[in-house]
């Protein structure tokens, strides 16, 4: 069974700081591996997507990477602003369930300006 | 382009009613999955449909249940109603219907309280 953990719950930055979100995942014979970002009461927004044969994936000053053999994914954030404020979630499939993303229960990103 | 849509977007029920969300997923996605998000169990997998079919279960009771429609628009009720119940129901779209799975786009989510 696929569990993914994101570490720290929290993080709290002062705005233009450079920061790494992590998440790690049990089950390395993933299909692919999704970001998300999430604003208070609302859905999720998608972020980038790393499919298992690539290494990292790059959106403005964002940048996700992907480590299947350790378990790990990190979120780049560049020159992070007050509106980067979210809770940032990792999400990833397993082998026989490719259909379905188990969620890590996500870092929440506070930037002070 | 318009995205994924559900409705409502807020209801409150009571213990023992039944409930139905609608979901419409982004034109030409032709995969819907649904997920429950509670603040003690945060993301969970309910299920995905494919061509009216279901394709995938996540572990939850028979009282969860969905289906979808020829014009890949997905409905999924809950019966007998419990406190627990209470969460964000959020559906997502995809349009791939591969193997691997393709970028999932989430709609805002429909807010379920049961009183």
């Known amino acids: 069974k696929q569990e993914v953990t994101q570490i720290p719950a929290a993080l709290s930055v002062p705005e233009g700081e450079n920061l790494v979100l992590n998440c790690s995942f049990t089950d390395s014979a993933i299909y692919n591996l999704q970001w998300f970002r999430q604003d208070p009461g609302k859905g999720l927004t998608s972020l980038l997507l790393?499919?298992?044969?690539?290494r990292e994936q790059t959106s403005g000053r964002l940048n996700a990477s992907l480590d299947k053999s350790s378990g790990r994914s990190t979120l780049y954030i560049a020159a992070s602003q007050p509106g980067d404020s979210a809770t940032y979630l990792c999400?990833?499939?397993?082998?026989?369930?490719?259909?379905?993303?188990?969620f890590g229960s996500g870092t929440q990103l506070t930037v002070l300006p | 382009k318009a995205g994924v849509t559900q409705t409502p977007r807020y209801l409150i029920k009571t213990r023992g009613q039944q409930v139905t969300l609608s979901c419409s997923p982004i034109s030409g996605h032709r995969s819907v999955s649904w997920y429950q998000q509670t603040p003690g169990q945060g993301l969970q997998f309910l299920f995905e449909y494919f061509s009216e079919t279901q394709r995938n279960k996540g572990n939850f009771p028979g009282r969860f249940s969905g289906r979808q429609f020829s014009n890949s628009r997905s409905e999924m009720n809950v019966s007998t109603l419990e406190l627990g119940d209470s969460a964000l129901y959020l559906c997502?779209?995809?349009?791939?219907?591969?193997?691997?799975?393709?970028?999932?786009?989430f709609g805002e989510g429909s807010r379920l309280t049961v009183l």
């Open positions: 997502a779209s995809s349009r791939t219907g591969e193997i691997v799975t393709g970028e999932l786009f």
């Open positions: 790393i499919q298992s044969s690539q």
């Open positions: 999400a990833a499939t397993a082998s026989g369930s490719a259909r379905q993303l188990t």
